[in-house]
């Protein structure tokens, strides 16, 4: 069997195309096709064909020493020297290439996360040290203050009429008598020996005693409380 038949017997041993070593030696498919062919002038000077030669038997597990002694001998050429068996550039890098690839990924990424952290603390605010915020807390709101509650008056009678909306609360004799938000026109009358009267916009209450009106227990918004008795 021919040095070319080896190498295509070989290659279709690992079941792979021209185009498959091709791509994975970095060597024109035409050269392989070449040495398989042995069709040496297609590939030109004679130490680029020794170097694909042991590219592609190494490739292939053949003999890489055997494969050029047996073109040297087909083709007439004598041994090379040392400067003759030095392989092409494209061959001899590729494995290197391939293999600091890993290494330039890596170090690609580790300078830009340095990157990224100086970015980080360069945009960043400082913080003070043992400084911890806290919201102030909120308060819950106070009740309106009540306005202090007059000395009680006697009363039978005891009339209320709101002229805009208010709340009200009225206690009559202990009990509660009414107690809501009223609109403006509402007239309310209670009878008892004593009353407690509390509004949440004095300004909008009118009250009358026995008949006699008593006037707004203060101004808009005001909340009164105020205590009539027998």
Do not use: C
């Not at 009414?178 to 300004?203: D, Q, Y």
Request: no cysteine; hydrophobic share 45%; proline share 9%.
């Amino acid at each position: 069997m021919s040095l070319g038949e080896r190498f295509r017997a070989a290659r279709e041993q690992r079941g792979v195309t021209l185009s498959e070593v091709a791509e994975h030696l970095r060597i024109r498919s035409v050269y392989l096709a070449a040495i398989e062919d042995q069709n040496w002038s297609a590939i030109g000077a004679p130490v680029y064909t020794r170097g694909f030669l042991r590219t592609y038997a190494r490739y292939l597990g053949l003999d890489p020493e055997e494969a050029v002694a047996e073109f040297n001998a087909a083709s007439g050429q004598a041994p090379p020297g040392a400067a003759a068996v030095t392989r092409p550039a494209p061959v001899t890098e590729y494995r290197e290439q391939r293999s600091l690839r890993p290494l330039l990924w890596i170090a690609g990424l580790v300078a830009a996360a340095l990157v990224g952290f100086v970015i980080y603390l360069y945009l960043s605010p400082p913080r003070p040290a043992g400084v911890i915020s806290a919201a102030p807390a909120t308060a819950p709101p106070s009740a309106p203050a009540a306005t202090p509650a007059p000395t009680p008056l006697p009363v039978r009678t005891l009339a209320i009429r709101l002229t805009s909306p208010s709340w009200l609360r009225v206690v009559v004799d202990g009990s509660v008598s009414i107690e809501g938000t009223f609109p403006a026109g509402t007239s309310k009358t209670f009878h008892g020996k004593t009353a407690l009267v509390r509004v949440g916009n004095a300004g909008g209450v009118q009250i009358s005693v026995d008949g006699r009106p008593q006037g707004r227990l203060g101004a808009a918004g005001d909340v009164v409380e105020r205590t009539f008795t027998m």
